[in-house]
């Protein structure tokens, strides 16, 4: 074979496997995103524990569970947000589903205490439980620096976004290991996921990329003992941490959530709504240093305006 001809075939093959895996891909994503049936998560256990349930989207996945007849111990910071949430659960739901509700607050209480109040929690009330949804979390409320993020906000953003879900899993894990079966969905983020970089939002992405980091390797862990874990990452929806008007890419928690709990016990980082993961594929086709730098200028904008409103200046 001339070099030429040999050239022409490699070069043949290369795009053939390339076209095959794009296709391949495909297939796979309108599969898992349209057509794969959802778990029956009941399977899982009765109950299903919610932290930030309070609000946003773990209000309304509290709601789409309780909708599915899965029993609730929400979990939260405010003893009335929790009881005026419950209320809404059993008033929305005429499946006769049980609300509890355990009070913690993931930047005060000590990583120790929280993994032994919701063990107590699980015993205390025979509970058992099937699905875990880490939820809870905290952004700042503008973008800023590293250097300009106080001690304050550092600690509660590492407190409420990394080692809150790692004691929640740590105190529901044994008995999932022990039953043989469980999921657990850790709510991470698109900005760690889909995007290159989320500069002046250093410290919140980092923390989002620590729970795709954990599922991914706690997934392997233990799949072979019939625990499904996962981190869903969602891009932009309409919420009190982003202060977001609804639009055709900014879904209301509602909307979000009833599409992405049909991904509970599948892949183990997952983009779950199908807009966020349009976008995702449209901005993969940026190239990075390009979307670096737009993401870069955008957030110092957001910068800027947050510090006028706050009557700060360079
Ligand atoms: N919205 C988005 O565009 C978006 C995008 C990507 C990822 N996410 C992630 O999705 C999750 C939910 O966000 P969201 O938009 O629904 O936010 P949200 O509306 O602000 O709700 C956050 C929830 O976390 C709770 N929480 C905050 N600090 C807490 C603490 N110290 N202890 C206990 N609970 C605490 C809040 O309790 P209170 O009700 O007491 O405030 C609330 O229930 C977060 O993990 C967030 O990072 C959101």
Excluded at 105 to 113: A, P, Q, V
Excluded at 223 to 233: E, L, R, T, V
Aim: net charge positive; aromatic share 10%.
């Amino acid at each position: 074979m001339e070099l030429v001809d040999f050239f022409m075939v490699a070069t043949s093959s290369l795009g053939f496997i390339l076209v095959c895996k794009n296709v391949l891909n495909f297939v796979k994503w309108v599969w898992g995103m349209f057509l794969r049936p959802p778990k029956n998560l009941k399977d899982y256990g009765s109950w299903a524990i919610v932290t930030g349930s309070t609000d946003g989207i773990g209000k309304a996945m509290a709601l789409e569970l309780a909708s599915k007849g899965l029993n609730l111990l929400l979990i939260g910071r405010n003893p009335l947000k929790l009881e005026a949430t419950s209320k809404d659960i059993k008033g929305n739901c005429n499946n006769n589903v049980q609300v509890k509700f355990l009070v913690i607050d993931f930047e005060k209480d000590k990583g120790e205490e929280i993994k032994e109040r919701v063990e107590e929690a699980i015993e205390g009330l025979g509970l058992d439980v099937g699905v875990l949804v880490n939820c809870a979390g905290l952004a700042y409320p503008y973008a800023r620096f590293f250097h300009e993020v106080d001690s304050e906000l550092m600690n509660a953003v590492i407190k409420v976004n990394a080692e809150g879900p790692t004691w929640i899993t740590k105190a529901v894990i044994q008995r999932m290991i022990k039953k043989r079966k469980g999921a657990i969905v850790n709510i991470g983020s698109g900005s760690s996921v889909v995007l290159p970089s989320y500069p002046l939002v250093a410290l919140y992405s980092a923390t989002k990329a620590y729970l795709a980091m954990f599922s991914r390797c706690t997934n392997l862990e233990y799949k072979h003992q019939g625990i499904d874990i996962q981190c869903q990452a969602p891009l932009f929806v309409s919420t009190k941490m982003t202060r977001m008007t609804s639009s055709m890419f900014v879904p209301t928690a509602e909307m979000y959530s009833k599409k992405c709990t049909r991904w509970i016990g599948y892949e183990s980082v997952v983009e779950p709504y199908f807009l966020h993961s349009l976008q995702g594929f449209l901005i993969r086709l940026i190239p990075e240093p390009l979307f670096d730098y737009f993401i870069l200028c955008y957030h110092l904008y957001i910068r800027k305006r947050g510090r006028t409103l706050e009557g700060l200046q360079d």
